[in-house]
């Protein structure tokens, strides 16, 4: 019976994922929209964006390639499977044996990967624009991200994220110099990663402005909502895996089903929390220039490897 | 080191304060020490000249809370009185001076050009690694809860060399001068729990008349080359 209980944890937390991810965009939007004194549309509009898209027909260009027909599913399947992987309930995790951190941001590697490809295979100018800047940002942003996430294992031990939080919630809460300049760059490289102000804005289709979305700007239909589905869940998987390596207290130890319910509403709260900075961020900050990502990306490698090298400096 | 065995073993009474007091309070420390470096590395990058006022200020403010908590842990109560004198100066007097001149010479608006940032940062790096180096003999001998530090404090006095070689200003060279000086300041009280409070009223003093006297030079340089650009005073005579 207990060889079960990981697999139904597995199940729910997929499930939640699906589910809660648009809900935790709509929750972004809504805030977004009351604090700039405009009316929301409702913390379920992401649902019914993505129900419409279901039931549009695809309209694909007459030079697509297999690979702008496949992305959408690989990019949509890959991001469950970092979803499978993250603990977001509970440490109990079947498939988190499989992967550990760096896997994770190979994945989410592969899935930009593809999503370039895509956006350059139509041969639009748009498509191979957005795909140029979003290599550029992933360039810097990729070692920034392994930097911060290898001070977090010198401080566990190890690279595995349920390890990880194991470590991190039976020790007990330490202020540690390290792991705070590894939040710090993990916010800047979440923004980045995520495509959110002031590194790109999702919400404009501004030709000069836009990065993600000029590289899916030629899918429509089922393609198009696989690809908007997947946009949110990143988000909200960025989210979790900030929360399960610097703010673990509260997830689920292993073996222990009683705990799931009390996991599910300190995810939630977490998530209501993380929502309400990345509001307060993109409100408080205008979108930046292209030329300054650079820079913006470069601090947020200065700011891992100063908590690599404090790791060893300070304690 | 001298100085800090003396410390040790001076007569005044060390009363032990509780363990996981010390424990928090050399956390506070670390983390304050970290900040002191971010500030460190904000002076090298920011380019407008009242940011660099604003972090110059609030590494100070870093400075004075980690001196007055190093005071606490080590029971050394002079410490307070440099504490508060670093409130007093360095967060609240200085930055006045500094931007009463700003105003006066109506450089307010300048947005410095900076020698390539990411080189810089690179370079600041390295400096840190080096000065963990410099320093790991000496943290391995040393029994203050403050060793660790020494390395930061190090580090923040090469940024600030570094900040006076890579800007063309002469007001942010001397932010880099005094961020410098904030840095030795950190390593007097992580390495030795404070200079002698003579010594560190007559740093002080000299910290405010030097103030005083980069003012007047200011001044001259504007009146003499029309600009604040070291660059300029490079030129020994007029050109065609």
């Known amino acids: 019976m207990s060889q079960i209980y990981p697999v139904i944890i597995e199940i729910l937390q997929i499930a939640i994922l699906l589910i809660a991810a648009p809900v935790f965009i709509g929750w972004i939007r809504m805030l977004k929209c009351w604090s700039q004194g405009r009316t929301s549309a409702g913390i379920l509009q992401p649902y019914r964006d993505i129900a419409k898209l279901f039931t549009k027909d695809v309209v694909l260009a007459e030079n697509a390639s297999w690979i702008f027909r496949f992305t959408p599913y690989l990019v949509f399947g890959v991001t469950v499977l970092v979803g499978a992987i993250v603990p977001i309930l509970s440490v109990d995790l079947p498939l988190s044996a499989t992967a550990d951190v760096i896997v994770l941001i190979g994945l989410f590697a592969i899935a930009r990967f593809f999503t370039a490809l895509a956006g350059m295979d139509i041969g639009t100018a748009f498509g191979g624009m957005g795909s140029s800047r979003e290599m550029m940002i992933a360039s810097l942003a990729e070692p920034a991200m392994l930097m911060a996430i290898f001070t977090v294992s010198l401080v566990s031990r190890s690279t595995s994220l349920s390890q990880i939080v194991h470590v991190i919630t039976s020790k007990g809460f330490i202020l540690r110099p390290s792991i705070a300049f590894a939040v710090l760059a993990f916010i800047f490289i979440a923004i980045a990663e995520t495509g959110r102000i002031p590194v790109d804005n999702p919400a404009t289709h501004l030709e000069l402005t836009m990065i993600h979305e000029a590289m899916i700007l030629e899918y429509s239909g089922r393609h198009l909502a696989l690809m908007e589905w997947a946009g949110m869940m990143k988000v909200f998987l960025f989210a979790s895996i900030g929360i399960a390596v610097f703010f673990p207290w509260g997830i689920a130890p292993k073996d222990n089903l009683i705990y799931l319910p009390a996991a599910i509403l300190f995810l939630a709260i977490k998530l209501c929390l993380a929502g309400t900075g990345l509001v307060l961020i993109e409100t408080g900050l205008a979108k930046m220039r292209i030329f300054r990502i650079p820079e913006f990306l470069g601090s947020a490698f200065l700011f891992a490897t100063l908590g690599m090298l404090s790791y060893f400096i300070l304690e | 080191m001298g100085l800090g065995t003396n410390k040790k073993t001076s007569p005044q009474p060390q009363v032990p304060r509780h363990n996981i007091f010390m424990n928090f309070a050399a956390q506070i420390n670390s ?191 504007r009146t003499a080359f029309d600009s604040l650009d070291v660059n300029s005073m490079a030129k020994l005579k007029e050109e065609d």
């Open chain 2, 31 to 221: 983390i304050l020490a970290a900040l002191i470096l971010l500030t460190a590395f904000g002076l090298l990058v920011q380019r407008r000249i009242y940011g660099l006022l604003h972090l110059f200020a609030w590494q100070g403010l870093f400075l004075s809370i980690s001196t007055g908590i190093v005071g606490y842990v080590s029971n050394v109560n002079h410490l307070y009185i440099s504490s508060v004198l670093t409130l007093v100066l360095k967060v609240i007097v200085l930055p006045y001076i500094l931007h009463v001149l700003i105003i006066r010479m109506q450089i307010h608006k300048e947005v410095e050009t900076v020698v390539n940032i990411p080189t810089t940062m690179l370079i600041g790096i390295a400096l840190v690694i080096f000065s963990y180096h410099l320093t790991a003999p000496i943290i391995e001998i040393s029994t203050l809860v403050t060793k660790s530090t020494l390395a930061v404090a190090l580090a923040t006095v090469m940024l600030g060399l570094l900040m006076m070689i890579t800007r063309r200003n002469a007001v942010t060279q001397i932010i880099g001068f005094l961020s410098m000086e904030n840095g030795l300041f950190l390593a007097a009280t992580s390495a030795t729990y404070g200079m002698p409070l003579v010594v560190e009223l007559g740093v002080a003093l000299d910290i405010l008349i030097a103030a005083f006297i980069f003012g007047i030079f200011f001044f001259q340089i």
